[in-house]
């Protein structure tokens, strides 16, 4: 399946995570589509390596359509931070996800790789209590994501990160599955590199997988999984 993918969409692509993925992303010879909402980042995401950068937001369910016209992947790097403005409204994690998800289903797109969190769902046990009272509404938005996209005709991949760092990539992820799998770390940049991988890696299809760093890690791993991960083709 990874041989068709020629087009990769990237949702979020103005965030930490997205930034990341555009840089891997780039030395490969897949054609990139950033969606960002913001039209002051179309220069900054292009020099980034975006071949095309489509302005709008995935609340909007005719932004998302229009996104998704002739996409073979999406990686899906959208989210909320915690706040005041994440207490009222509609979140991007929930609805704006739902609304790429099924763009993409209409679309008939290959692959979507969703970056959840551990805390989700199964995984709540691998969130300390008091972030996870903190970040609950956000929490409640990605696992209806998450259960849409299950739901939906798409292959997917769901990772479900530890806490975010913008520390240099590690290098030596350890995968869990299962929901309380693992706890702890991951810097972005290594979640950038397996979301790319997963579309290319067919033991990650249809999967939600719990990531974190090695030297991330905290307490005891469960459930821990081996993948190969598959990296796109280099120009």
Known sequence: MGSTIETVLVAGANG?????ILNQLRGTDLLVKALTRSPGTIGALERLGADEVVVGTPLNQADADRAMSGVDA?????GARPGPNALVGDLVDGAGVINLIDAASEADVERFVLESSIGVGDSAAGMPRPIRLLMGRILNAKDRAEARLRESKLTYTV??????TNDPPSGEIVVGEGGDSVSGWIPRADVARLMVAALFTPEAENRTLEIVSREGLRGAPKNVVSLTWTEPTAV
């Open 74 to 78: 999406v990686l899906c790097a959208v």
């Open 16 to 20: 930490e995570t997205g930034r990341e």
């Open 159 to 164: 990772l479900r990160t530890g806490g975010l």
